[in-house]
């Protein structure tokens, strides 16, 4: 709506007039500035500016619906959610991995999240008899972690009679386009592609693995001040990626360290009684990367993290559930959680992420 | 107001200083044959800015006939009370959160509602738009709702989850709501209420700033809606708004159309906004994102922020009310209080 013409908005004929004389040829253009200014590009009175703005805001606005219509479309269409089969966490997702929607999944490096990955990629191929979506996936691997052999693993040991069968293996492999952009630049221009790619070849999952890494390699080239803005594009598109083909759109991220213990505070919250760290000495405190700004744009956060001796997946972030941790392992048919009864989380570890250090890689 | 000051185009305004018209006095005296060959324009042109003139003239008071012709609009302070005494509150679903409120959410002013990712703003919003159209019967304001959702936060399932939650409440504080007209049975269902919530999807600034326009003639078109929420007003501006002197011109003019609307049509305008960090005195702190010219917009402003194990809303800034925190819960059935709150529980409704 955006980059309507105002050519095209049928205007009364004076205001198509003033405003094509002024340059002014979209939505954007006029909706712009300020009342004041749009005086003044178009040396007209208040009563013109404002019917100007009055006639373009209204075709520029989107339609609206009600709640009820979005609830019988969604009834109607499915919720489109890609059950992980991991029983506990499909429950309190409701159902899986939201269509429409950006998960991320974030934790250490050596973790688990490439598993989770894999095998969300290897389900979304499968049949919707078997849980999955009957559709293509399209994987956008930055950090070339990305791994057929393993996938296959996956789907061998996890769904033996399908895999076995001739061919079967080949036909959901094909149906995973993998995609490894080398700049951020270059995962743009992708994403600009993607809508068509989407609909033309029935994609049903779209995975980025991993975000942050785009950034880093972003960051030595950039000023400081404008870190922010690349990823702000494609961050922008991709959730509206999500919500035009109603897919699941599953991000990854890295941890980075925490710079302060006490975490951010506003102005006027007290300071907080320093808690000893010494009990749990083996653990270092990190958080996600990619900052706030970032986390105010994922829908669901899943956090890998490791402490007491154990892995777990935290729902950190759902508008559906409280936050309640599963502890899991990796094995050759990828994740296996080893309880399906969640653990709260204590609302001030909800937001950080332990990791026991060397342990977790040396397992 | 002076004539370099009038709603005129441009280049009258340069042509009028050129001719010699330097006060609205003088111009006021103009007729519109000799305005219009001083300023070579044509009749209906000069009658037009002579219009403009005259009013303007009236405005500062030079001839103004009488008080109160002159100050269109105008309301005596004690007339004020009795307006405000009257006003409607919509209830947040925690009887702490509206206590430090002073009743609730306020209509005829714009709130916002900031906290970090994760803290229950969207979820307070849907409550606020269920909770605006409990029918007067049971104490609430049986309006409608528009929401504009610019994150795609917004889950229709959790939507039905609250409303049905909102019901049973009814329900349990009104126990013989069953003997009422089947008119009043209709309503509560959690399809009537998923009805009178408009919803609009934003994906630009530019979009964002169209529905906000399009909105008087919306609502002059929809009537009894009593809350607009926007969420957020932050991540179309956030992401895709390069020049900041600009973004900020543009949103002082979004921030005042939204409180002239929700005086004129008596509704709430609330405004979940995101967190950002900001460097002060020596370490950084969290602030609500947008700046600090973008807080003076807001009539009141609500913090939400983990404090412990469980939620609070800070009441960071208000004309009439004392600053103040409160804690509160997010359950299946919505914004609830927390459950070992020190309050005496009282009821939702």
Known sequence: MANKLVSEMRLPPHLAHILAARRLTTAKDVLSLPEVELMGVLDAGIHTARAAVAHVSEIACPPYQTALALLEAFRARGDGRLATTLRGLDEALHGGIPAGKLTEVVGPSGIGKTQFCLKLALLATLPECYGGLNGRVLYIDTESKFSSRRMIEIGEKSFPQIFRQEGLAQKMAGRILVLRPTSLSEFTKSLEQMKVTLLQHDVKLLVVDSMAALMSSEIEKSATGLRQHPLRWALSFLKSIAEFSQIPVVVTNQVRSQSNDDGYRYSFEVEKKYDSNNAEGFESHLVAALGIQWAHAVTIRLVFEAHSGHRYIKVAKSPMTPAVAFPFTVESSGIILLSDEGIDVPSPEITSIRCQGENVLAQ | ?349
């Open chain 2, 1 to 349: 107001m002076e004539i370099a000051d009038l709603p005129i185009a441009t280049s009258h305004r340069a042509n009028l200083l050129a001719a010699g018209y330097s006060s609205l006095a003088a111009l006021s005296a103009a007729s519109p044959p000799r305005l219009a060959r001083d300023l070579s324009i044509e009749v209906h042109e000069a009658e037009e800015i002579l219009k403009v003139a005259v009013g303007a003239n009236k405005s500062k008071g030079a001839d103004g006939p009488s008080t109160s012709s002159v100050l269109k609009g105008v309301q005596n302070a004690w007339d004020m009370l009795s307006d405000e005494q009257s006003r409607r509150h919509i209830n947040t679903g925690s009887a702490d959160l509206n206590n430090i409120l002073g009743g609730g959410i306020h209509c005829k002013e714009v709130t916002e509602i900031g906290g970090v990712p994760g803290v229950g703003k969207t979820q307070l919003g849907i409550q606020l738009a269920i909770n605006v159209q409990i029918p007067v019967e049971y104490g609430g304001l049986g309006g409608k709702a528009v929401y504009i959702d610019t994150e795609g936060s917004f889950m229709v399932e959790r939507v039905y989850q609250i409303a049905e939650g909102c019901i049973s409440d009814i329900l349990e504080y009104f126990p013989h709501c069953h003997d009422k007209a089947p008119a009043g049975q209709e309503k509560l269902k959690p399809e009537s209420f998923l009805a009178d919530i408009y919803y609009f999807r934003i994906c630009s600034y530019t979009e964002q700033i169209a529905v906000i326009n399009y909105l008087e003639k919306f609502l002059g078109e929809h009537k009894d809606v009593r809350i607009v929420i926007i969420d957020s007003v932050t991540f179309h501006f956030r992401q895709d708004f390069d020049d900041m002197a600009l973004r900020t011109r543009v949103l002082s003019g979004l921030s005042l159309k939204l409180m002239k609307l929700s005086k004129a049509y008596n509704l709430a305008v609330v405004l979940l906004n995101q967190v950002t960090t900001k460097f002060t005195e020596g370490s950084f702190q969290l602030t609500l994102a947008l700046g600090d010219s973008w807080s003076h917009s807001c009539t009141n402003r609500l913090i939400l922020y983990w404090n412990g194990n469980e939620r609070y809303g800070f009441l960071d800034k208000s004309p009439s009310l004392p600053v103040a925190s409160a804690p509160y819960a997010v359950t299946v059935k919505g914004v609830r209080d927390a459950v070992n709150s020190n309050s005496k529980r009282v009821r939702v409704m």
